[in-house]
């Protein structure tokens, strides 16, 4: 068994060279290994805090975007409404207006109508008179019988239809 546990030279060199390589390995190695590795974890964190940043600034820009969306839809209602209300008051003004129009032509053709029908009268009375001088003039030129004021009556009332329809006309 002292075969195993030879504690020789050699042993003693492979451990030395052993701690030697294991402290240049740990020098030039592992510690820019490490290194790599914790600028890697830094740049990761920074990403992942970079992400959650633009993240929370869409959200934000969505939230705002909404907003915007729901004031704009709301504005539009409002718009579309008013334009409503004005174009009901327009109607309304227009229609009033109107009315108030028809109502004074009415009126106008009335007066019209009325002045005319008084013209015609009056021309009418105006002609009646005549008529009725002729036909007492003619009666009392002539020789007064029964038969012969009957002919002048019928005369002056086939004259004076005349007249009346000549008027018209």
Known sequence: MRALLRLDINFLFTILNLLILYFLMKKFLF??????????????EQQFAEANSTRESAM????????AVYSAKTLSEQIVLDAKARAKDEYDRII??????AQKIFQKAKKDIAMERSKVLCKMEGEITDLAIAAATKIISEKSTAENDQKLYDHFLAEAGERYESNNN
């Open 31 to 44: 510690n820019p290994v490490n290194n790599i590795m914790k600028k890697r974890k830094e740049l990761l």
């Open 96 to 101: 009033k207006q109107s009315d108030e129009d």
């Open 60 to 67: 934000e820009l969505k939230g705002k975007y909404e907003e």
